[in-house]
């Protein structure tokens, strides 16, 4: 009977059946030391790592989330995960849910509708670099590439702080940081350690999503002797590319084939190296701080090969690869959007960043509230208030270019889609000039475009995904410097859809408002008065303080002393 029972199982998931894939999460402090350095983490169910999210194409992921850590408000984003008609699991902070308070519960529900490789990260307020990301990786039933390897691994790579991000956001959002320096990481983590090896059988093919969780820095890596076969970037499948080396900056994925040797003659080494240049092409004296060697491993017995050592990079350039199913370069666009990125000061003189002059600003309503609930009014962007609002009304097609005017790389994230990269030109090529006669027929996608310094990207998708989505810089600081942009994508289907009750009664824990303009108003749509038009000085991250706390200061800056604790 035990038997006929397992029997039967198994012939359900033949039939590959979309299931629910159930997480319990409590969201805790843990002490961990992944590179010899113990501290404080963000880790879940009293673990560090954070596990996996696994599942397959067509799977409905529940994760059910309770926030332990007591001092600090979180919440959870699914990068790359496209969250159609689901757009308030998307998970940012002040767009499709508040906060999530200590001592409360949340769930997020959503299906998964495209394979590949993945990751969750929290996104409130720059909490994600003290621990609290991992791995999703998204099987597919009609894998293009079945058959052409044995077995599958997840690497991770990242850079790794001491100081954790409350005491970083010190520094970097002090008048006295004049030349916007971000912090800079202590360490390299491979798999959240420094101590990766994988076990190789001589004459299989692995299949690696190698994903990127960093902060700041991008990472090199190389495999001695084995070449590594690009199948996919980011959630797009590829034709196959192969690369000797790759530069993944943060964010994104790289999905790679590796056919082992022949023989198990000896074992192999492999590098990653932290990218901590401006323009890792021509800065004169490049910089590598941290480099962990991890080893393909064919015998036990047999000695591990030493540090392995690259005396250049020259890594793949993703532009060149074209999308697996051929799919054409959109036609003239419907929407034109341009985003010029620099430094700029807030009226306090707080370094921060800018899209046309603008930095991002919070606002009182969490963005995608305010589009639910502001009627015909959703498709103004003056109501959204200070978070560089874009309008794409639904099936437009979006063209968006990014014209990078800073003197350093910068990873680009647009949340909902995997866009076409159009353009993508090298270092010092100035702003974008409108022609598209470099555009490929079959461009490739994904959702993290590295833009080069004093260069520029265009990218184009289909407004096809109803919601509020965040386009950012995925440095995370700045991210919190305002280095975002929202996307507010086929409005008129918005208008009215409701909000689940525990994103309400997160809210309502933090007497923050779910309904009106930016600032919350509801009679006149268009009166910003309230609104938020300077981000909050000094910035304690994540750091949770209660209503009542934050009414007492309140009272305090009525009574005149705005300035006494500055
Ligand atoms: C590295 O990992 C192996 C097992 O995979 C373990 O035996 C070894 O002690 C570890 N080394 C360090 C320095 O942690
Ligand atoms: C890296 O960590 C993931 C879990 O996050 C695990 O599945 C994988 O096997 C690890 N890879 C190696 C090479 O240890
Ligand atoms: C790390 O490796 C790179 C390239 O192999 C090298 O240039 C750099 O000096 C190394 N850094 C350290 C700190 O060993
Ligand atoms: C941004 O401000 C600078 C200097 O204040 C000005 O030169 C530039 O034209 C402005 N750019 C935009 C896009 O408004
Ligand atoms: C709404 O507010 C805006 C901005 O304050 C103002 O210009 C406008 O006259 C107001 N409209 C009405 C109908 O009061
Ligand atoms: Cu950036």
């Given amino acids: 009977m035990c038997l006929t029972f397992v029997f039967l199982l198994l012939s359900l998931g033949g039939l590959a059946l979309a299931g629910t894939v159930t997480y319990d999460w409590s969201i805790d402090w843990v002490t961990a030391a992944p590179d010899g350095f113990s501290r404080q983490v963000i880790g879940i169910n009293g ?19 309770y926030n332990n850590l007591g001092s600090e408000s979180t919440g959870i984003h699914f990068h790359g995960l496209s969250q159609t008609g689901t757009q308030v699991m998307d998970g940012p902070s002040g767009v499709t849910q508040c906060p999530i308070p200590p001592g409360s519960h ?40 079945a ?23 010190q520094q970097l959002l002090s008048p006295s940081n004049t030349i916007f320096l971000p912090p800079f990481p202590d360490a390299l983590l491979l798999n959240d350690s420094q101590n990766v090896t994988f076990q190789f059988t001589a004459g299989k093919t692995y299949k690696i999503d190698i994903i990127s969780m960093a902060a700041l820095a991008s990472t090199f890596i190389q495999f001695d002797s084995h070449t590594m076969r690009v199948i996919g970037v980011d959630g797009t499948y590829i034709q196959q590319h192969d690369a000797y080396q790759i530069r993944v900056a943060p964010a994104q994925r790289y999905t790679v084939l590796l056919n082992a040797q022949p023989t198990t003659r000896r074992n192999y080494a492999f590098l990653a190296s932290l990218d901590e240049n401006r323009d890792y092409l021509n800065d004169a004296n490049p910089v590598y701080p941290f480099n962990v060697t991890g080893y393909l491993v064919y015998d036990d017995t047999k000695p591990l090969p030493g540090p392995y050592i690259v005396n250049q990079w020259s890594i793949v350039n993703d532009f060149t690869f074209v999308a697996l199913d051929d799919q054409a370069l959109l036609g003239t666009p419907d929407v034109e959007i341009t985003l010029n990125f620099a430094f700029c000061l807030d009226s ?41 609002p874009f309008i794409a009304p639904g099936g437009s097609i979006v063209q968006l270019t990014i014209n990078n005017l800073d003197a350093a790389i910068h990873p680009f994230h647009l949340h909902g889609h995997q866009f076409q990269v159009c353009e993508r030109p090298s270092s010092n090529s100035g702003s ?34 109803p919601g509020v989505w965040l386009f950012h810089c995925h440095i995370e600081w700045h991210v919190v410097m305002g280095l975002t942009a929202t996307l507010i994508e086929a409005p008129e289907s918005l208008r009215g859809l409701t909000i689940p009750s525990d994103h309400q009664a997160a809210c309502q824990a933090q007497d923050i408002p779910t309904s009106g303009n930016a600032a919350g108003n509801m009679g006149n749509l268009t009166d910003l008065s309230g609104a938020n038009t300077v981000a909050v000085y000094p910035d304690y991250g994540a750091t949770y303080s209660s209503p009542q706390k934050k009414r007492g200061v309140a009272r305090v800056r009525r009574g005149g002393e705005v300035f006494a604790w500055r």
């Avoid at 555009?439 to 990218?459: E, K, L």
């Fill in 47 to 65: 673990a560090w790592p954070c596990p996996p999210i696994e599942a397959t194409v067509g799977d409905t992921v529940v994760i059910n989330v």
């Fill in 106 to 145: 949340f769930t997020y529900s959503f299906q998964i509708d495209s394979p590949g490789s993945y990751w969750y990260h929290s996104h409130n307020k720059g909490q994600y670099p003290d621990g609290l990301r991992g791995p999703i990786v998204v099987h597919d039933p009609a894998d293009p590439y």
């Fill in 147 to 169: 058959g052409q390897y044995d077995e599958e691994f997840v690497l991770t790579t990242s850079d790794w702080y001491h100081d954790t991000v409350p005491v970083l956001l």
């Fill in 348 to 388: 306090g003189g707080i370094p921060r960043a800018c899209f046309n002059n603008i930095s991002y600003v919070p606002q009182k309503v969490p963005s995608l509230f305010t589009a639910l609930s502001t009627g015909p009014s959703n498709s103004n962007p003056t109501i959204y208030g200070q978070i560089s």
């Fill in 432 to 465: 974008f000039n409108g022609h598209t006669r470099n555009f490929p027929a079959v461009p490739m996608r994904r959702d993290t475009v590295a833009v080069n310094p004093r260069s520029y990207a265009v990218v184009r998708f289909v407004a096809d995904n």
